[in-house]
Protein backbone atom coordinates (compact mmCIF):
# COMPACT_ATOMS: atom_id res chain seq x y z
CA UNK A 1 0.00 0.00 0.00
CA UNK A 2 3.02 2.84 0.83
CA UNK A 3 4.20 1.42 -2.66
CA UNK A 4 1.33 2.87 -4.07
CA UNK A 5 1.11 6.23 -2.55
CA UNK A 6 4.78 6.84 -3.47
CA UNK A 7 3.82 5.92 -7.30
CA UNK A 8 0.95 7.71 -7.26
CA UNK A 9 2.74 10.57 -5.48
CA UNK A 10 5.85 10.78 -8.38
CA UNK A 11 3.03 10.52 -10.92
CA UNK A 12 1.03 13.21 -10.22
CA UNK A 13 4.31 15.23 -9.47
CA UNK A 14 5.53 14.20 -13.31
CA UNK A 15 2.14 14.84 -14.38
CA UNK A 16 1.69 18.63 -13.02
CA UNK A 17 5.20 19.18 -14.20
CA UNK A 18 4.83 18.11 -17.56
CA UNK A 19 1.73 20.25 -17.33
CA UNK A 20 3.59 23.22 -16.28
CA UNK A 21 6.32 23.00 -18.61
CA UNK A 22 3.85 22.77 -21.25
CA UNK A 23 2.13 26.04 -20.55
CA UNK A 24 5.37 27.90 -20.05
CA UNK A 25 6.32 27.04 -23.52
CA UNK A 26 2.96 28.27 -25.05
CA UNK A 27 2.81 31.35 -22.80
CA UNK A 28 6.20 32.51 -23.76
CA UNK A 29 5.69 31.83 -27.65
CA UNK A 30 1.88 33.89 -27.50
CA UNK A 31 1.76 37.12 -26.21
CA UNK A 32 -0.43 37.45 -22.69
CA UNK A 33 -2.43 40.36 -21.68
CA UNK A 34 -4.58 40.88 -18.92
CA UNK A 35 -5.87 44.33 -20.16
CA UNK A 36 -6.22 45.60 -23.49
CA UNK A 37 -3.11 47.82 -24.85
CA UNK A 38 -3.60 51.35 -24.61
CA UNK A 39 -1.51 52.16 -27.33
CA UNK A 40 -3.10 50.16 -29.94
CA UNK A 41 -5.70 52.03 -32.11
CA UNK A 42 -6.94 52.48 -35.48
CA UNK A 43 -4.70 55.95 -36.57
CA UNK A 44 -2.16 54.82 -38.79
CA UNK A 45 0.29 58.14 -38.64
CA UNK A 46 -0.38 61.68 -37.80
CA UNK A 47 0.27 65.07 -40.07
CA UNK A 48 0.84 68.52 -38.13
CA UNK A 49 1.06 71.54 -39.95
CA UNK A 50 -0.24 70.25 -43.37
CA UNK A 51 -1.18 72.62 -46.53
CA UNK A 52 -1.71 70.19 -49.31
CA UNK A 53 -1.83 66.31 -49.21
CA UNK A 54 -1.40 64.67 -52.35
CA UNK A 55 -1.71 60.42 -53.32
CA UNK A 56 -0.53 58.54 -56.46
CA UNK A 57 0.48 55.12 -57.17
CA UNK A 58 3.65 56.84 -59.16
CA UNK A 59 6.57 58.66 -57.34
CA UNK A 60 6.88 60.90 -59.90
CA UNK A 61 3.03 61.95 -59.48
CA UNK A 62 1.97 61.77 -62.69
CA UNK A 63 -1.84 61.77 -61.58
CA UNK A 64 -2.14 62.79 -58.12
CA UNK A 65 -5.33 62.70 -55.99
CA UNK A 66 -5.73 65.88 -53.98
CA UNK A 67 -7.62 65.73 -50.56
CA UNK A 68 -8.90 68.42 -49.82
CA UNK A 69 -7.74 69.14 -46.06
CA UNK A 70 -10.91 71.39 -45.00
CA UNK A 71 -12.85 68.73 -43.86
CA UNK A 72 -12.79 65.02 -43.63
CA UNK A 73 -12.01 62.99 -46.30
CA UNK A 74 -12.66 58.85 -46.58
CA UNK A 75 -10.49 57.51 -49.66
CA UNK A 76 -11.15 53.68 -50.53
CA UNK A 77 -8.09 52.26 -52.15
CA UNK A 78 -7.16 48.80 -53.71
CA UNK A 79 -4.64 46.97 -52.82
CA UNK A 80 -0.97 48.34 -54.24
CA UNK A 81 1.55 50.54 -53.79
CA UNK A 82 0.60 54.26 -52.70
CA UNK A 83 3.38 57.68 -52.19
CA UNK A 84 1.89 60.15 -49.89
CA UNK A 85 2.83 63.60 -50.52
CA UNK A 86 2.71 65.97 -47.56
CA UNK A 87 3.37 69.85 -48.50
CA UNK A 88 3.61 72.18 -45.29
CA UNK A 89 6.27 72.92 -42.60
CA UNK A 90 7.94 69.95 -43.79
CA UNK A 91 7.72 68.64 -47.34
CA UNK A 92 7.79 64.76 -47.71
CA UNK A 93 6.84 61.37 -49.16
CA UNK A 94 5.50 58.82 -47.31
CA UNK A 95 5.29 55.54 -49.33
CA UNK A 96 2.40 52.68 -48.32
CA UNK A 97 1.49 49.03 -49.71
CA UNK A 98 -1.45 47.46 -48.77
CA UNK A 99 -1.83 44.04 -49.57
CA UNK A 100 -5.88 44.28 -49.87
CA UNK A 101 -8.38 47.18 -50.50
CA UNK A 102 -8.20 49.89 -47.73
CA UNK A 103 -10.44 52.50 -46.40
CA UNK A 104 -8.36 55.59 -45.42
CA UNK A 105 -10.48 58.51 -43.05
CA UNK A 106 -8.48 62.06 -42.80
CA UNK A 107 -9.73 63.12 -39.94
CA UNK A 108 -9.11 66.51 -39.33
CA UNK A 109 -8.78 67.82 -35.79
CA UNK A 110 -6.79 70.13 -33.43
CA UNK A 111 -4.36 71.43 -36.66
CA UNK A 112 -3.64 68.00 -37.10
CA UNK A 113 -4.82 65.08 -39.52
CA UNK A 114 -4.78 61.84 -38.21
CA UNK A 115 -4.99 58.98 -40.82
CA UNK A 116 -7.20 56.71 -39.98
CA UNK A 117 -7.69 52.75 -40.89
CA UNK A 118 -11.58 53.09 -41.53
CA UNK A 119 -11.73 49.45 -42.81
CA UNK A 120 -13.01 46.60 -41.32
CA UNK A 121 -9.36 44.49 -41.27
CA UNK A 122 -6.66 45.27 -38.54
CA UNK A 123 -3.27 46.32 -39.85
CA UNK A 124 0.04 45.46 -39.73
CA UNK A 125 1.93 48.27 -39.56
CA UNK A 126 5.90 48.14 -40.10
CA UNK A 127 7.85 51.91 -40.08
CA UNK A 128 10.65 52.35 -41.72
CA UNK A 129 12.66 55.62 -42.01
CA UNK A 130 15.14 56.18 -44.95
CA UNK A 131 15.46 52.01 -45.39
CA UNK A 132 16.05 51.68 -41.33
CA UNK A 133 13.23 49.39 -39.63
CA UNK A 134 12.14 51.62 -36.92
CA UNK A 135 9.01 49.57 -35.48
CA UNK A 136 5.96 47.19 -36.02
CA UNK A 137 2.31 48.37 -34.95
CA UNK A 138 -0.46 46.39 -34.86
CA UNK A 139 -3.90 49.48 -36.31
CA UNK A 140 -7.14 48.00 -35.45
CA UNK A 141 -10.00 48.40 -38.40
CA UNK A 142 -12.23 51.71 -37.04
CA UNK A 143 -15.68 50.15 -38.37
CA UNK A 144 -17.06 46.28 -37.95
CA UNK A 145 -18.83 44.87 -40.88
Same mark, same amino acid.
Given at each position: ??? &? /? #?? !? +?????? !? ?9 IVGYTQAFAV???? *?? *? @??? $? ?7 ? $? ?5 ? %? ?7 ? &??? =? ?9 ? %?? !???? /??? !? #?????? %?????? $??LSDNEIKVIN?? @???? *??? =?? &???? $?????? =? +??? #???
Amino acid at each position: MEI &N /R #RI !I +LIDAVL !IIGSLLVIAGIVGYTQAFAVAPLE *DI *D @SVI $FVLNNVEYL $FIDDNLD %FLSPELINL &NED =VLVSLPSGHYY %FK !IIGE /RNE !I #RELTFE %FDIDIL $FDLSDNEIKVINYG @SKNL *DVS =VY &NHGT $FEESKL =V +LGD #RDE
